[in-house]
Every structure is written in C-alpha cells, then in structure tokens.
C-alpha cells in the first residue's frame, strides 16, 4: 500500500534508514503517549502503523482490532514522513509498541528486537509465498508474518503509446528511446521517481545481477549493471524524465494527471489508475539491460513484527496469529479493498476473483514471473551505498566503475560485521 499521498518520500529507504540507526542506539526517545489508557478486557495492546494513503485503511485496521475478544488492541496510526523515527524512537523507551509493521531488517533480528514467531507460522508456512517465507527467516527461524505482497513495475498509456508509434519497451535501451518519443512540452516521456531510489534495485536484477548472492557476497558489480548506469544517466540528462513531480513514485498522480506517459509505481495504485484512465492502462516489468539482462518486478510489501523486548510478548503473538493466520477474511480485505496487492497466503492468492482477470491478472502474472525479493541480508547502509552509486554515476557524471569499487567497500564492510 501507499504512504500518505501529500508527503515525498522514499518509503523504503527511510524505514530501513531508522532500522540501522536504531540498531545503532542513536534515536532520542519520543513522547509518552502509547495508547495504553482507557478500558477494555484483557492485556492492552499496542500496534504501530504508517498511514497509508488509501481511503477506508485506518478504519480497517482498527476495526480489525475491534474485533478481537482476548485483549483491547490500539492502534498508533503515524502520519507524516516520520514514522520510521517514531517507531524506532519508541522501541528504546518504556512506551514501546507490542506489534509494529516494517519489513523484514537483519538488525532487528540480531539485536533481538523482534520475536521469533515460528511457533504460530508454522502450520501454515505452506500456504504463505515461500519466498515471503525466506525473506523473514534466519537460521531457521521466521521473523515476521507478511501482510501484503506490493509489487512494482511501469504502467503506461497505451493511446499515448500508440500515437507515437511506440511498442512497450523490452529493454531499457528501448525505453529511453520510447521516452524520448512520448516526450512533448506538456508530458514527459516517463516518471522513476523523485529520488530514483525506487529503480535501483529493479535495475540491479534487470541486469541479471543482484544484491547478494546465496554466500552473502556482493553481486551487484557486474558489466550489466555499468552498462545500465550508464543508459540511466544517458536518460537523467536526456530531457525525456520527468524530475521533481509534485509526489513520489508511490502515487499515481504522474500519470494520471498526464505529467508522464509511462511511471514506475506499485499494484497498489492500479484501482486509482483504473477509475480515472479507464482501459487507456498497461504494466510491464523493468525491462532487461544488457546481454545477460531479463525483466524484473520488485516486490515490496508490509509484515507485522512483535516487540522482543516488550512485556506482552505472547498476548502479540496471540493476537497476530489471530488476525493475520486466522482471519482470512481480514486478510484478504486488507489486500483487496483499498487498492489491489497480492495477498501472501497462497489460497487467498488464488481465490481472489479481483486478480483473476484484466490488468490485475498481468499484475500477477508479472509479479509470479519475474518477482523478487528482500534480502533480509541487505541492509541500510549497503542500500545507502547503492544510492550514492546513483548520486555518483547518474544523477553527477562520475565513473559508473569507480563508483561500484566505493559501494563494494561499504558493502565488504557491513557484511564483516554481519556475518563475520
């Protein structure tokens, strides 16, 4: 799902940014407001969400909440760009959350900030994504039970297309002259983002590269993702890239206000899409780059995580396999009726009727196709390096090579600490 659409941030980065400052110790605390007053039977539970840009979330959550008979459950729901810093904050005080939404981070794990939760996962690890599954675990303990599976390719105006004389782009070579093609001096041939984090690792993998191999060892350097750097910058100079669009990647305004005739976002904004551009919409996924290059599809998405460190550590775990093993219904509510995600149980997956048919189902298809996933081995800092590398090589003119050998340092660096 969306962060809060009047904000223009990169949701990923600046989560897994708290993740390592909190690892470090060095948040301040935040207020003592936890939520905790009032009635209710049972232990008082305390869960934090972002507020999400699509109508109807907040009250989901919290009617879910309201539903459950064995503890009163309050939901903090954090506005804004700064969640990650009220999350992380929080977690060094007394006034800590019980259950938190985030995404799977090898620090919180390491630092025994979150509770291993194998026991309730267990029963149904079948039924879940296996690759949800081993995104959560280490060591052989899950950590984590995914929400939602948010996968993000490029949606494009298929009339805009047409009347340019332009084929979806299988390349990333191909979209570069596609934009300059759709490029008029009222739309831009294409939008990645205001930051273009949000490409990074998508072209990584396009590239048949990837973040980490099976051995935690760095992937990434490879002769296809230069060549990659190097068409990026050839775009980011080439005129045809919309830059400083009035919200991020995540919002669907960019194209659907006509800013872009082609912009990277996620599943979630297709209804969005869908309800004001009709049938003028198609998806396709990051396109190959360079010989050994194949399309890719990001899949971001949300799990609820438990406070180790807390003092309701097993009401948490109680309530979470409560609403999101138990409650399919819930489940798929969640995943379906405020934009469309894929819900990461299986069976819920494939009895959606919502994603069986149209542009949902290619959504699918893309996602099952050419999918990939966090590695809760990839931390902040190496993210971070990888962003510099951007700042480096695209958005300056510096050597795409020079620029990997310096992520390669920072990478070796934090994967010694890591894993020794």
């Known amino acids: 799902m969306s962060a809060m659409s009047n904000s223009n941030w990169s949701r990923r980065s600046l989560f897994r940014a ?55 459950v309050t939901t903090q729901w954090i506005t ?36 291993d939760l194998t026991d309730i996962i267990e029963p149904v690890k079948n039924d879940f994504n296996q690759a949800d599954i081993q995104s959560h675990t280490v060591d052989g303990k899950t950590y984590g039970v995914r929400m939602i599976d948010d996968p993000q390719f490029f949606f494009y105006r298929p009339s805009l297309l047409e009347k340019a004389g332009v084929e979806v782009p299988q390349t990333l070579e ?15 041939g294409v939008y990645l983002g205001n930051t273009l984090h949000a490409v990074i690792r998508p072209m990584i993998w ?20 230069v060549e990659g750097l190097k068409q990026m910058r ?41 309800k004001a551009l009709g049938d003028d919409l198609g998806v396709f996924p990051f396109p190959k780059v360079g010989a050994a290059g194949k399309p890719a599809v990001y899949n971001g998405g949300w799990s609820m995580f438990v406070n180790a460190k807390g003092d309701r550590v097993e009401e948490a775990k109680q309530y979470v ?77 510096g050597d795409p090579e020079a620029a990997l050998d310096k992520c390669d340092t920072a990478v070796n660096a934090e994967l010694k600490k890591l894993f020794g």
């Open 234 to 274: 050839k775009l980011f100079t080439s005129g045809d890239l919309l830059l400083d669009a009035p919200a991020d990647y995540w919002d669907p305004s960019a194209l659907v206000q006509g800013l872009a005739a082609i912009q990277f976002c996620g599943m979630w904004a297709m209804p969005a899409m869908q």
């Open 174 to 188: 191909e979209l570069l002259e596609a934009a300059a093609k759709l490029t008029t001096d009222k739309v831009k």
């Open 80 to 115: 804004g760009s700064n969640f990650e810093s009220k999350l992380f904050a929080s977690l060094l005080t007394d006034n800590a959350p019980d259950l938190f939404e985030f995404h799977p981070q090898i620090q919180l794990i390491r630092s025994g900030q979150v509770a």
């Open 18 to 72: 708290a993740a390592g400052m909190a690892a470090a110790g060095t948040l301040a605390a935040c207020g003592s407001n936890n939520g905790r007053g009032g009635g209710g039977s049972g232990a008082g539970l305390v869960q934090y969400f972002h507020a999400y840009g699509e109508a109807g979330t907040e009250q989901a959550i919290k009617k879910y909440a309201a539903a459950y008979d064995e503890a009163r």
């Open 321 to 397: 396999k409560w609403l999101w093993i138990d409650q399919k219904e819930y489940q798929e509510d969640w995943a379906l009726s405020y934009g469309f995600h894929i819900p990461p149980r299986t069976s819920i997956a494939r009895s959606a009727e919502k994603l069986k048919s149209g542009l949902p189902a290619e959504g699918v298809k893309l996602f099952t196709d050419h999918g990939h996933f966090d590695n809760i081995g990839w931390t902040q800092a190496m993210i971070k390096a990888t962003e510099d590398v951007f700042a480096d090589s695209v958005r300056k003119d």
């Open 206 to 225: 396009a590239a048949g590269a990837d973040t980490l191999d099976q051995n935690n060892k760095p992937a990434y350097h490879t002769d296809g993702v």
